[in-house]
């Protein structure tokens, strides 16, 4: 594995500072969802600008299933259609589960945040993980499940049961969380993903990595490595 020595937090900052250009990113984001703004706005950026359309799944719902899911992809091609006249580098559905659940097709230009996690995992080279998510156990297993198919082998995992109200999650229960890996696992893995962009992970990852020496990759910080890195080429 490639070592991250000052963080995932400090090669962001470093490759933002690298670019060239101003990227600008579209952001498709669940309606409901106000993690992905505030994490993506606190990491300050200075080359990347996010431009935002909200979808809204025809079910009206918040809770994960089948039809928040198969609605957030339903709803991408108008919310695509608003940001037209943007000049976009790439365009990210910023849900994680939607990635890995299946649907309708989205547009080809669209990845999702599950994609951008990859990305941030093959560009560190880790392909040993130990995941945390607040999905119900199924959601959790089948993103392990959906890992090990493009070859990161998924050592332990762990999850709150949450439905909804990821927003309400705390630090303190993100690191409860965590205290539920077997430490043997965590030892082993090249690093450690906190899977869910509707969660506030952000104040936690440098305390993490300096605890278990090992990258962290949360949803939302994989969005803003990709979103970094597109510039050069560089996508899932």
């Given at each position: 594995m490639r070592p991250l020595p000052d963080g995932a937090l400090a090669t962001l900052a470093s490759l933002d500072a690298s670019l060239p250009r101003t990227v600008r990113v579209g952001l498709l984001?669940?309606?409901a969802?106000?993690?992905v703004e505030s994490e993506l706005a606190r990491v300050r950026l200075a080359n990347v600008v996010f431009h935002h359309a909200r979808l809204v799944p025809a079910s009206r719902t918040t809770a994960i299933d089948s039809s928040f899911w198969h609605g957030l992809r339903e709803a991408s091609a108008q919310a695509l259609e608003s940001l037209s006249h943007v000049p976009l580098d790439a365009v990210v559905l910023a849900c994680t589960s939607a990635?890995?659940?299946?649907g309708p097709a989205l547009p080809a230009e669209v990845l999702t945040a599950f994609d951008a996690l990859l990305g941030a995992l093959a560009a560190s080279g880790a392909t040993r993980v130990v995941l945390a998510t607040p999905y119900p156990a199924?959601?959790?297993?089948?993103e392990a499940v959906a890992l090990g198919d493009v070859g990161i082998q998924v050592?332990?995992?762990a999850s709150l049961e949450l439905v909804d109200d990821y927003p309400q999650v705390t630090a303190d229960r993100v690191r409860g969380l965590m205290e539920r890996l077997p430490r043997e696992a965590v030892v082993a893995a090249d690093a450690v993903v906190l899977s869910c962009t509707?969660?506030?992970t952000l104040p936690v990852i440098n305390e993490l990595e300096h605890r278990?020496?090992?990258p962290v990759f949360s949803s939302n910080l994989a969005i803003a490595l990709l979103a970094a890195r597109v510039c050069a080429g560089v996508t899932p």
């Open positions: 984001l669940p309606w969802n106000i993690a990635g890995f659940t299946g199924p959601v959790t297993e089948a050592l332990s995992h509707g969660w506030h278990f020496r090992k």
